[in-house]
T-cell receptor
């Protein structure tokens, strides 16, 4: 069945370090891929998305490229800030007979130290 | 104005009680969802409603009963609460984009349920 696998956390980095959070997926066809972010005490919010192979999604300095050949959508940021501390979820929306069902990865918690 | 609002934010109750969580969205979206997030942050869909009709029910115990009086509201009632029901419950909404293949969810802030 469809699934999303992302690297386990927590990831702890110093400010201005480079961030990579790996995400791979299993799905038929050509799904869209999303990254959501959850700040402490809040709901998830969309960070970025890509709707077809080789698309690069970007927002707030974060980037992810949809690689169909490796079924991956890794999240990167060149220089993290303390305010980036949050839980990051890779997500795969799938269209069922009844409607869309988004499958989330397990989440990766990021801590950024000043 | 909050786009997706849920109440209450915190709920502490005893095993065996019945409780409800309410959700409202002012985005004009057609589809609303309930997700459950466990203590390890794992997020799983429970229900989905499109224009007041149930379209996804993910093998949730029938102690959980969603109700959608109109497309802007989706409530969750839980009977005979158990310890394992302790979690954060998130309401979300979306405007289906079937042709684009994309489906962006807008989440509420969550309702933390603690069953003692």
């Amino acid at each position: 069945g469809d699934s999303v696998t992302q690297m386990e956390g927590p990831v702890t980095l110093s400010e201005e370090a480079f961030l990579t959070i790996n995400c791979t997926y299993t799905a038929t066809g050509y799904p869209s891929l999303f990254w959501y972010v959850q700040y402490p005490g809040e709901g998830l919010q969309l960070l970025l998305k890509a709707t077809k192979a080789d698309d690069k999604g970007s927002n707030k300095g974060f980037e992810a490229t949809y690689r169909k050949e490796t079924t991956s959508f890794h999240l990167e940021k060149g220089s993290v800030q303390v305010s980036d501390s949050a839980v990051y979820f890779c997500a795969l929306p799938r269209l069922n007979t009844g409607g869309f069902k988004t499958i989330f990865g397990a989440g990766t918690r990021l801590f950024v130290k000043a | 104005d909050t786009a997706v609002s849920q109440t209450p934010k915190y709920l502490v109750t005893q095993m065996g009680n019945d409780k409800s969580i309410k959700c409202e969205q002012n985005l004009g979206h057609d589809t609303m969802y309930w997700y459950k997030q466990d203590s390890k942050k794992f997020l799983k869909i429970m229900f989905s409603y499109n224009n007041k009709e149930l379209i996804i029910n993910e093998t949730v115990p029938n102690r959980f009963s969603p109700k959608s009086p109109d497309k802007a509201h989706l409530n969750l009632h839980i009977n005979s609460l158990e310890l394992g029901d302790s979690a954060v419950y998130f309401c979300a909404s979306s405007q289906e984009g079937v042709l684009s293949g994309a489906n962006v969810l807008t989440f509420g802030a969550g309702s933390r349920l603690t069953v003692l």
